[in-house]
């Protein structure tokens, strides 16, 4: 069985979801590399997102995902731990 | 931008009102909803409360907070503090305060809070129990604590001077006002204070429940009578006020509206009961007067606390006969239109007394159909009543023995 697919649209969702969307900020295709802190999500907002990635996707990410600082890291992570999952 | 502190000897001023309350939202609407006798009391809407014993209750229940706030702030926000938010963004622009024209570290808040975020607890406490703890938000960290409306309030205007939060149960809305004075008299130039409280949620009112103190009765009408011979009890509600206090040269500096001036403040603590001392209201008011260096006969108005409760009502009563003699001055319990919000009872009551002496009318307090005699209060009853008002006395007692009183001085009066 192939391992679920986890997109930037996934994760912006995730985001949009449990945290929000900061008014002057958005969230396109060119955002893999801009800093969380820069999307208007903090430490907080990352660990809710994290929180709610595990639940969804039946995983565990580790306590250091919510230190991912960028949108390409953190679903690095994520892909990373799904394909050893399955 | 000047940088050194510099004290003004004058007493500080209210520039800005924001108001979130059950009978309006925005100073103006409650304000006149209020002059009006319009009572914002019914049996709770948002959730089946008829099997609760005290279902009354006055909710904002035209609050929305999407309209006001935007998305990323919701999910990490109790209702109280969502109203919280929005109360001080109106103050704000009712002050006309340019903030960016002010040091970040010249401004601060000081609120007071009687309960924290019940309602975003009680989802969370649920989600707790009937999901699991990764179901829990990590928002819940902060957003149940009493100090949040004070964070987020900070955070959202850049506010980085000096700020706090009291935890002095309904006293706290008169206290935090209290020590934003001491700020300003220490430098600070722009204080945002107030109480904007609220715990209505079911896991809330079966806490309120506990005290005994809640009315019981069904009738939004007779359920909070506060000084009649059927009192029995309060109702809650939710909402408050947060005020802008300026230094008065600064306020006047700037050509700003000044609503009235915080002339005097004093807080004090009942004796345990049984220790046959007597409460310590009637001191409160006397050292508020005194620091005010206002005679009992140049109080115009006073904004009771009218607590329902009949044993509490008999203090306040004689505190004020003591004070005042009997019957010598008007008294009057507008939160009989928005029960008692706790610490946004005092703040609220704070709002409504500059904006008695703006207009020169007096609020009514309404559903007391016979009052006790032996209190010997001029009640405004139902219908407001005109009156040249200049200095204000407002009271706030606190469950646990807390009393708080303040002195305004209208605008008209200057700052002298």
């Known amino acids: 069985m192939a391992a679920p697919e986890f997109t930037l649209d996934d994760l912006v969702n995730v985001l949009r979801d449990c945290a929000g969307q900061s008014e002057n900020v958005s969230l396109g295709e060119d955002i893999l590399d801009v800093p969380f802190a820069d999307l208007g999500y903090d430490s907080l907002a990352l660990m809710e997102a994290v929180s709610r990635i595990q639940r969804q996707y039946q995983v565990r990410l580790g306590d250091e995902a919510a230190g991912d600082e960028t949108p390409r890291l953190l679903l690095a992570r994520v892909r990373e731990t799904l394909a050893v999952a399955v | ?164 939060v009291l935890v002095v149960e309904q006293a706290g809305g008169l206290d935090a006002l209290g020590h934003a004075r001491r700020h300003v008299r ?11 409280d609220g715990s209505l949620s079911p896991w809330g009112l079966v806490c309120q429940n ?17 000084f009649d011979a059927a009192s029995a009890g309060y109702v809650p509600g939710e909402g408050g006020a947060i005020l802008v206090l300026e230094d008065a040269d600064a306020a006047a500096a700037r050509g700003a509206q000044v609503y009235g001036s915080l002339a005097g ?61 009997p019957g010598r001055v008007p008294v009057t319990a507008p939160k009989t239109m928005t029960g008692r919000m706790y610490s946004g009872a005092g703040s609220l009551d704070v709002a409504a007394a500059l904006l008695s002496m703006r207009d020169g009318v007096i609020p009514p307090t309404i559903g007391v159909r016979e009052p006790l005699p032996e209190y010997g209060l001029d009640l405004v009853r139902d219908v407001s009543r005109e009156a040249d008002l200049r200095t204000a006395l407002v009271l706030a007692r606190g469950r646990g023995g807390f009393n708080a009183a303040l002195v305004l001085r209208s605008g008209r009066s200057g700052a002298a």
Do not use: C
Request: charged share 20%; hydrophobic share 40%; net charge negative.
């Open chain 2, 186 to 196: 220490k430098g600070v130039k722009v204080v945002f204070t107030g109480g904007v």
């Open chain 2, 265 to 325: 403040y004093a807080a004090t603590f009942d004796p345990a009961p049984g220790s046959g001392r007597p409460p310590s209201l009637r001191r409160a008011i006397e050292l508020a007067l005194a620091d005010a260096r206002v005679e009992p006969g140049e109080v115009d108005v006073v904004f009771a606390d009218a607590s329902g409760l009949p044993q509490r009502d008999r203090q306040e009563a004689e505190a004020l006969a003591a004070v005042f003699g």
């Open chain 2, 1 to 164: 931008m000047s940088t050194a502190p510099s004290k003004s000897t004058a007493d500080p001023v209210v520039t800005g009102i924001g108001v979130a309350a059950p009978n309006g939202l925005g100073a103006e609407e409650y304000w006149n909803a209020t002059v009006k006798g319009v009572s914002g009391l019914g049996v709770i809407a948002r959730y089946d409360a008829s099997q609760y014993p005290s279902p009354v209750a006055g909710e904002v229940l035209d609050f929305v907070a999407a309209d006001h706030l935007s998305s990323r702030l919701l999910p990490q926000t109790d209702r109280s503090t969502q109203m919280a938010l929005a109360a001080s963004d109106w103050a704000l622009a009712d002050a006309g305060l340019d903030l960016a024209q002010v040091g970040e570290f010249e401004m601060g808040v000081v609120t007071a809070s009687g309960s924290g975020g019940f309602e975003f607890a009680q989802k969370e406490l649920q989600a707790l129990w009937s999901q699991g703890p990764e179901y829990v938000s990590a928002y819940q960290s902060f957003a149940w604590f009493y100090a949040v409306n004070t964070g987020q309030i900070s955070i959202r205007h850049g506010m980085r001077g000096p700020s706090g």
């Open chain 2, 210 to 226: 506990t005290t005994g103190e809640l009315s019981r009765s069904r009738d939004p009408e007779s359920a909070y009578v506060p």
